[in-house]
T-cell receptor
């Protein structure tokens, strides 16, 4: 069964500090991996997508990495802001199998405090 | 700006009631989805639709049905609500045919069944 595991489950950091969130997956064959940000009381919003051939991709203060060999991805947040407080969800899609095979991680809940 | 709207943000229903959750997207997307989100379980796919009047079961379709009579509207129906259906329900839509494309989520409906 395809699995996506995220760590840590929750994290508290001081405003201005950096942090890294992890995502390990077993989905195979792999198509792509997305990171979503979900603010409290809102639906998830896509931050970035990583395909097999990509190692690093940045979106402002967010940088995602992918190691397809070890099936690991990370999301690095630089110079955190209070507005970064949210849940971050890793979603992995296989090459085939339809939407039923798209696997969501449980998410990492990040709290940025002043 | 893409938009997915859901009919209610909060809903309280009694056990045994028939419940309708409505979702509308204004992006002319082909695909629409219903998820439920529970603490410690993440997002789980209930049903999805890739065209008008077409539907496919997701991971947890039991106790639910759906209707898609128009392209922009996708309804989730709880025929006889039960307390274990208390959850956050998220609707989403997407355009491209592959399962790795970005999904645009609505704000969610928090349903409580008493």
């Amino acid at each position: 069964k395809n699995q996506v595991e995220q760590s840590p489950q929750s994290l508290i950091i001081l405003e201005g500090k950096n942090c890294t969130l992890q995502c390990n997956y077993t989905v195979s064959p792999f198509s792509n991996l997305r990171w979503y940000k979900q603010d409290t009381g809102r639906g998830p919003v896509s931050l970035t997508i990583m395909t097999f051939s990509e190692n690093t991709k940045s979106n402002g203060r967010y940088t995602a990495t992918l190691d397809a060999d070890t099936k690991q991805s990370s999301l690095h947040i630089t110079a955190s802001q209070l507005s970064d407080s949210a849940s971050y969800i890793c979603v992995v899609s296989p090459l085939s199998g339809g939407y039923q095979k798209v696997t969501f991680g449980i998410g990492t809940k990040l709290q940025v405090i002043p | 700006d893409v938009k997915v709207t859901q009919s209610s943000r909060y809903l309280v229903k009694r056990t045994g009631e028939k419940v309708f959750l409505e979702c509308v997207q204004d992006m002319d997307h082909e695909n629409m989805f219903w998820y439920r989100q529970d603490p410690g379980l993440g997002l789980r796919l209930i049903y999805f639709s890739y065209d008008v009047k077409m539907k496919e079961k997701g991971d947890i379709p039991e106790g639910y049905s759906v209707s898609r009579e128009k392209k922009e509207r996708f309804s989730l129906i709880l025929e006889s609500a039960s307390t274990n259906q208390t959850s956050m329900y998220l609707c989403a839509s997407s355009d491209a045919p592959g399962q790795g494309e970005e999904q645009y989520f609505g704000p969610g409906t928090r349903l409580t069944v008493t």
